[in-house]
């Protein structure tokens, strides 16, 4: 018998027990393209997973197990890196918080519209403007908005379920792997630990009228080791961990380093995680921290997370070259 | 020992097992204010729910079960409901779509807005207008969204979790009663079957290395009977029942119109929900469906649902009072 090392087994059951969604050859030449082209300007790639990942309880599906994300810290970090002069690709869930757009996420558009002033208001061919007492940064967030679109400086990709994650994940690996200590992984997506494999999935909607529901749930393969050690062996690559109890959050971070052999974890607490964080590598453990002065001038802990981050990625592709 | 009767055991699981959101009692004067002012202006009143319901399966909630809705439904029927001159309480899950603001849920608004042509486009000062071409139905979308802003017709209400639906849906029963059969309730959200009580519910969140997960989830209570029973006995009340399997559609329906002595259920498959529908009521059972020359017209299901729900409301009041 063939032995089979964890990280093929790992590809293996990707392979097997969850679906690939079919456009994925075509985004990982896309991903490909867009690395290539920007590594040849000088230029860095992170790639950003962000959102929560869906998880089907029935095939045609009607209910789903979902991981608590906005995904407005993937949202914000896009915009700090590529104020940094990264080059970006989002991953991200479908309908999560989206770079720019996000700043007007909790308002309905359709408060900030308003006919042209002066114009008869029961003229409908009129000029339709933004009032701008509603949207006071609507210029500056929309020029900035425009500048990265026409650089191209932002690919954006979209998941809903995990399976679709998993396999454009392993793409965009696969992808970022030809341009080397370049590219950086900034896994800021929540990502479900548990899923139940299609042999095991039932077609139709699970009929109440059968009583309580029992659910028996497979553990996520940990895509981050052959993430680390096979598809993009070079790359920079940081992850995040999320918890509700602060008592076992550095403990698990750092077992998360030992474990995977990568360079970061960046570790939150669910209460307090848009003013504090913890930065932790293998050797160094800091702490950011927002101040009272900070939130009114209304600074995002992103803003130094990707500070630190792109210090460390500066460091880390010199020492690669040495 | 006193006698508990179905209707005051599910009031019973309600308090107790399903967490009461700190507004409810605010949220139902508004509505019983809303209700009571618009009957009096002879208008009749749809308490429309929409969108799908968050089952958390931690305390301090890291992850949850869902349904599977946009607010698709909810939302386009809001509107053709506000056509018709109802008032509308839109119960919706937060985020989900909204009525008017729904037609352009696809595009990122960033996309459709630009700088003041002929304006030098350095200067930020400059104003911001919404470029017609990508929103080709902005001004008759923004003026009817305003008239029925400024008319005061349109009452929205959010909620997330599954506890959130439950107690907001018995204080809008409780609100509406007053206004006996004006009242239509119009329950489209995809309500949860299943929950987790807040008892046998852990603090924190679950920890993968402890292994594969097994949930027990209960059955959710359902709310439909005391509803119609108890909380708002006058009222026109319409169920929905989706099912990706079509053979037993029509027969579940049937069964809930039996158990739950309403008016209306309607029926409607997964794949097909956006082009057919079935009204079914104790005596009659009509099929909507949406022609290719209806489909190129933008037709939309909804409007032939509420035509079809209104007239029969018309009907309704008129035997009530009769």
């Given amino acids: 018998m063939a032995h089979r090392s964890p990280i093929s087994s790992i590809d293996g059951k990707l392979a097997e027990e969850f679906a690939v969604p079919s456009h994925v050859e075509e985004v990982k030449e896309k ?30 599906t009607v209910r789903f197990l979902d991981n608590f994300s906005s995904g407005r810290r993937g949202a914000s970090s896009a915009e700090y890196f590529l104020d940094s002069g990264y080059a970006v690709i989002f991953l991200h869930r479908h309908r999560s918080l989206y770079p720019y757009t996000r700043t007007f996420s909790t308002i309905n558009v359709l408060d900030a ?11 409908t061919s009129g000029e339709v ?4 007492q509603v949207l006071p940064n609507i210029t500056k967030v929309l020029k900035r908005y425009q500048e990265v679109r026409d650089s191209r400086l932002l690919l954006p990709i979209e998941f809903s379920t995990l399976s679709e994650y998993l396999h454009l994940l392993k793409a965009a690996a696969q992808a970022l792997s030809t341009i080397g200590s370049k590219a950086m992984f900034y896994l800021a997506a929540a990502v ?39 598809w993009a062996p070079q790359a920079f690559v940081i992850s995040f961990k999320l918890e509700t109890d602060a008592n076992i959050l550095l403990d698990k971070a750092r077992r998360a380093l030992d474990t995977y ?21 293998p050797l160094t453990q800091a702490e950011l921290i927002l101040t009272e002065e900070d939130v009114k001038n209304e600074v995002e802990i992103e803003e130094r997370i990707v500070s630190n981050l792109t210090s460390a990625h500066n ?6 070259a040495g």
Avoid: W
Wanted: charged residues 20%; positive net charge; contains cysteine.
């Fill in 129 to 132: 403007v933004v009032n701008q």
């Fill in 31 to 60: 991903m490909s393209a867009f690395a290539a082209h920007h590594a040849a300007a000088g230029r860095r790639v992170v790639l950003i997973t962000s959102g929560g990942t869906k998880v089907p309880l029935e095939s045609r």
């Fill in 315 to 320: 460091k880390f592709i010199t020492q690669q």
């Fill in 113 to 123: 519209l308003q006919f042209r002033c002066g114009e008869d208001a029961s003229d």
């Fill in 192 to 230: 479900s630990d548990f899923y139940i494999p299609a042999s095991e999935m039932p077609e139709h909607k699970i009929q109440s009228s059968n009583g309580p529901l029992q659910l028996s749930l497979n553990m996520v393969p940990k895509i981050l080791s052959p993430l680390v050690k096979d």
């Fill in 261 to 281: 052999r990568h360079q970061v974890v960046v570790a939150n607490v669910l209460d307090s995680r848009r003013g504090y964080v913890v930065v932790v590598t």
